[in-house]
């Protein structure tokens, strides 16, 4: 059933074009979304003063991502927290609130107790989640389901951009039932997401940088992993694949951050991988690379098609399609699962059974 791929995991990763079409299907037409299980009424969306984002390890970056698209875009304060922590620190919750869990297998042991409180405090919570049926998906009030299908490697690849996918519904969804996105934004979304599986299917094909970062970097002990603004959570995603999955020490930091701390760790055999795509932080992060540049780190690049200016800054480019940032985590967290990936394979591990780690987390 890996037809034909090595391993689960990159089987998972070369399904991802798909996996977009599938979370899209059905949901929306030229400018509109229609999320038949949201189950929220006109009043309920109303109330609506905050969005609160509670969930674990990956889906907690998706979270991450959301909060950028949300109060960005809808300009709603969202608060992003680790289940775990989530659920004992007495939240701060009433019917203004609408908590989104996001968990694809479900049934994650603290975001289900998060949902718990969530609906306790008087909350409306919706699930952004891949297995149907699953325990969170029959306690929540409404799910939006990301069709990812199974997901078998521990390393959660698909699930993670199907769960950036549902965001980007929901973002609709609200933007367009409180009119706060205007029609021709809507219409700029949805055109943006339907170009995405296309995208993903060629960032893919390029393959061939990603395997010599690896050749080069499977044997360090530490790598660095930074990102400005919407990147900064692929940032963190990027360097727990690679904890996971290789067990090589790794820190995701928004780059503007290295100067209070991590930076001393930078040396020559301490590489980082810097997310650097065309943005509006495009040069701040090119002044944090000229930073570790000048501790000998070496760079890993993950740029935009056509930007000649990172040649001279990074040791490796990994390209991406010039996309506007807000699609960008999609694509920039690409090259980091394959990273990973051959990281791991590289080094002789298991790739799809990490060691201590369970692909469903149940207990606390
Ligand atoms: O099933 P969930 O999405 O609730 O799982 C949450 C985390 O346990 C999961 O994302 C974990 O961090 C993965 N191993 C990441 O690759």
Redesign the pocket.
């Given at each position: 059933e890996k037809n034909g791929y090595d391993h689960f995991m990159l089987k998972e990763i070369y399904e991802q074009p798909r996996v977009v079409e599938d979370t899209l299907r059905g949901k929306i037409t030229d400018s509109s979304v229609k999320l038949d299980g949201i189950n929220l009424t006109k009043e309920d969306l109303e109330k609506i003063e905050k969005i609160n984002i509670v969930?674990?390890?990956?889906?907690?970056h998706a979270g991450l991502v959301g909060k950028y698209l949300i109060e960005q875009n809808l300009r709603i304060p969202t608060e992003v927290d680790v289940a775990s922590e989530f659920r004992y620190k007495d939240p701060i919750l009433s019917e203004k609130n609408l908590v989104i869990v996001?968990?694809?297998?479900?049934?994650?042991a603290d975001?289900l107790a998060g949902l718990r409180e969530a609906k306790k405090k008087g909350a409306k919570v919706i699930g952004i989640i891949?297995v149907v049926g699953s325990t969170i998906t029959r306690e929540s009030d409404g799910t939006i389901y990301t069709n990812a299908g199974p997901e078998i490697g521990?390393?959660?690849?698909k699930?993670?951009v199907s769960q950036l996918t549902a965001l980007y519904l929901f973002l609709l969804y609200f933007g367009e039932e409180r009119n706060i996105l205007s029609l021709e934004k809507r219409k700029y979304i949805v055109d943006g997401l339907k170009k995405l599986p296309e995208m993903i299917a060629e960032v893919l094909k390029r393959d061939n940088e990603i395997l010599k970062a690896s050749e080069e970097f499977k044997g360090v002990n530490s790598l660095m992993f930074i990102g400005r603004n919407i990147n900064y959570p692929i940032a963190l995603e990027g360097a727990?694949?690679l904890k996971?999955i290789s067990y090589i020490h790794a820190e995701g930091y928004p780059a503007g951050e290295l100067k209070h701390g991590p930076i001393a760790l930078i040396e020559e055999e301490v590489p980082t991988v810097a997310i650097a795509v065309k943005s509006d932080t495009y040069d701040k992060v090119i002044s944090n690379i000229q930073e570790i540049k000048a501790r000998s780190g070496k760079i890993i690049a993950v740029a935009t098609d056509g930007d000649e200016k990172i040649k001279e800054h990074a040791d490796i480019i990994l390209r991406i399609h010039e996309v506007d940032e807000i699609f960008s985590p999609i694509l920039t967290v690409l090259p980091l699962q394959l990273l990973a990936y051959h990281i791991s394979n590289k080094r002789g591990l298991d790739v799809d059974k990490p060691r201590n780690?369970a692909?469903?987390?149940t207990v606390e």
């Open positions: 969930a674990c390890g990956t889906s907690y996001i968990s694809q297998s479900g049934e994650t975001t891949n521990v390393a959660s690849t699930a993670f727990l694949k996971e780690l692909k469903s987390v």
